[in-house]
């Protein structure tokens, strides 16, 4: 599985980014692709994810209500629509991928860093 993040930039706090990630694999049955992010001086830590065949999805409390992940299964892409933005959004934003099974992702892209300014 190889994954391309883009999209991340900077805003103001209250403002809205969308992040994609095109995902290129043999078999899309039974991926799961997620969304963490890193911010300055702290761990990685969950965001998001989907269970790509059944658009199940799962978020970090922190952003409840404010991101929103989905998919485009024609163009193999994973969104991440981040509204509401606060400066703790603040980090590297990666995407990630695995099968059903695993407990770690294993696939990773390259990061993309969002900046959410006061």
């Known amino acids: 599985v190889q994954l391309q993040a883009s999209g991340g930039g900077s805003v103001q706090a209250g403002g809205s980014l969308r992040l994609s990630c095109t995902a290129s694999a043999r078999t899309f049955s039974n991926l799961v692709m997620g969304w963490f992010r890193q911010a300055p001086g702290k761990e990685r830590e969950f965001v998001a994810s989907l269970l790509w065949s059944a658009r199940r999805t799962s978020y970090a409390d922190s952003v409840k209500g404010r991101f929103t992940i989905s998919r485009d299964i024609r163009g193999n892409t994973l969104y991440l629509q981040m509204n509401s933005l606060k400066p703790e959004d603040t980090a590297i934003y990666y995407c990630?991928?695995?099968?059903?099974?695993?407990?770690?992702?294993?696939?990773w892209g390259r990061g993309t860093l969002v900046t959410v300014s006061s």
């Open positions: 990630a991928a695995k099968f059903l099974g695993r407990d770690e992702y294993n696939y």
